[in-house]
């Protein structure tokens, strides 16, 4: 089970931080994701981090603005979003997947968490 929270009302420009929890005794074999949907659009892939946090792969829209990261001894990973525009506006879902090994494009994520709301004021 996935518990995702830290969503709100920013306006553009702030910072924003999301963190999700995760219920399981083995946790470092888990890859990491974000993801989010905005409205009336798809879900979209955002953020992944290995089940040792040294890779780490971004779309390239949050490049240089958000950073994820994960505490594996409290089971947790998280999306620091800086810098944030009208169009990070979105439900974000955090995500996992047994994984070994560094991320990247192609990990198909089957374990989802219950969203959390980013709206980004401008």
């Known amino acids: 089970q996935l518990q995702a929270s830290g969503g709100g009302l920013v306006q553009a420009g702030d910072s924003l931080r999301l963190s999700c929890v995760a219920s399981?005794?083995?946790?470092?074999?888990?890859?990491m994701a974000w993801f989010r949907q905005a409205p009336g659009k798809e879900r979209e892939f955002v953020a992944a981090?290995?089940?040792?946090?040294?890779?780490?792969y971004y779309v390239d829209s949050v490049k240089g603005r958000f950073t994820i990261s994960r505490v594996n001894a409290k089971n947790t990973v998280s999306l620091q979003m800086n810098n944030l525009k009208a169009e990070d506006t979105a439900v974000y879902y955090c995500?996992?997947?047994?994984?070994?090994?560094?991320?990247?494009?192609?990990?198909?994520?089957?374990?989802w968490g219950q969203g959390t709301l980013v709206t980004v004021s401008s």
């Open positions: 399981t005794r083995v946790f470092t074999s888990y890859a």
């Open positions: 981090i290995s089940w040792s946090g040294s890779s780490t």
């Open positions: 995500a996992a997947e047994v994984h070994q090994g560094a991320v990247g494009p192609g990990i198909n994520f089957g374990n």
